[in-house]
């Protein structure tokens, strides 16, 4: 059974950065066709995909984010990371990691954390 | 970046009603439309995958169709545990992206 756990601060001051590390049990994690990626949504608004990290360390961001983030990974303790910059209000929001898995040429999110609050407030 | 722009918004329907939901794409997708459905506190579930792959243990009453740039979720037979909000996403081309939601209460 593939588990995935978002961990990190919940509470984040402004213009300050905000870190969040994805830890992965029941899953290879070095191999195989998928993608790590990251996900957000603001209370009350959508879903928001912010990038995805293949194993060998690929790397797409939204370019909506893409100044101010960087996803990492660490195979040896199966976890990916993920750094967002200069953090404003507007960042507050539950922060998802999930695994993309390929499908022919496109992709699926089966399997989600559980999500992580993280607020930006001084 | 491509946009998908889901309808309603919401609706309001009974147990037992079937009930659609549509995507469309602001350009052609091919059949890369995956369909989600959320419930507050807890993470998406993937119901669909490519337009119409059911994922293996989500009920039959669920169901997707289209391609290109028009897709439509459809829930038959609308139980108590499906009032949620369901999303759909293009993962044609990075950015991937989902639509707003579409939020079904009960009526």
């Known amino acids: 059974q593939v588990q995935l756990q978002e961990s990190g601060p919940g509470l984040v001051k402004p213009s300050q950065t905000l870190s969040l590390t994805c830890s992965v049990s029941g899953a290879s994690f070095g191999s195989g066709d998928y993608f790590w990626t990251w996900i957000r949504q603001p209370a009350g608004q959508g879903l928001e995909w912010i990038g995805r990290?293949?194993?060998?360390?690929?790397?797409n961001y939204n370019p909506s984010l893409k100044s101010r983030v960087t996803i990492s990974v660490d195979t040896s303790k199966k976890q990916f990371s993920l750094k967002l910059t200069s953090v404003t209000a507007a960042d507050t929001a539950v922060y998802y990691c999930?695994?993309?898995?390929?499908?022919?040429?496109?992709?699926?999110?089966?399997?989600w954390g559980q999500g992580s609050l993280v607020t930006v407030s001084s | 970046d491509i946009q998908v722009t889901q309808s309603p918004s919401s609706l309001s329907a009974s147990v037992g009603d079937r009930v659609a939901i549509t995507c469309r794409a602001t350009q052609s997708i091919s059949r890369y439309l995956n369909w989600y459905q959320h419930k507050p506190g807890r993470a998406p579930e993937l119901l669909i995958y490519?337009?119409?792959n059911l994922r293996t243990g989500v009920p039959s009453r669920f169901s997707g169709s289209g391609s290109g740039t028009d897709f439509t979720l459809t829930i038959n037979s609308l139980q108590p545990e499906d009032f949620a909000t369901y999303y759909c996403?293009?993962?044609?081309?990075?950015?991937?992206?989902f639509g707003r939601g579409t939020r079904v209460d009960i009526k």
């Open positions: 999930a695994r993309a898995d390929a499908f022919m040429a496109g992709y699926y999110f089966q399997y």
């Open positions: 490519a337009a119409y």
């Open positions: 996403q293009q993962t044609y081309t990075t950015p991937w992206t």
């Open positions: 990290i293949y194993s060998n360390g690929g790397i």
